[in-house]
């Protein structure tokens, strides 16, 4: 079984930055796409970033573009999501989730199969 477990999260004030790591079991990442989400308070999962198995595709959610970067490291199974510019709108839970390759739409989370327990990240201003 796939297992997900997502860590870097914490309390940072606005403009700062923080890394997310997804640390998989042994394999994953060189059989599955990856993604990450976020979920607010009371709002809807919402897509923040893909990287596709081979790392050489990525999509971004606009809210994020040109703040956020994922990359993988298959080698050591862990996905990262590297997060700068912080603004207190990012503050959610955030989630790494995996996908099977031939999977198109990245940025719904029905498209993906196994999903980590999440990571808070809090921004203040």
């Known amino acids: 079984q796939v297992q997900l477990a997502e860590s870097g999260g914490g309390l940072v004030q606005a403009g700062g930055s923080l890394r997310l790591s997804c640390v998989a079991s042994e394999g994953t990442f060189s059989t599955y796409a990856a993604g990450w989400f976020r979920q607010a308070l009371g709002k809807e999962r919402e897509f923040v970033a893909f990287s596709s198995r081979s790392g050489g595709n990525t999509y971004y959610a606009d809210s994020v573009k040109g703040r956020f970067t994922i990359s993988r490291d298959n080698a050591k199974d862990t996905v990262y999501l590297q997060m700068n510019s912080l603004k207190p709108e990012d503050t959610a839970v955030y989630y790494c989730?995996?996908?099977?390759?031939?999977?198109?739409?990245?940025?719904?989370?029905?498209?993906?199969?196994?999903w980590g327990q999440g990571t808070q990240v809090t921004v203040s201003s």
């Open positions: 989730a995996v996908s099977a390759p031939g999977s198109f739409w990245y940025y719904r989370p029905s498209a993906y199969d196994y």
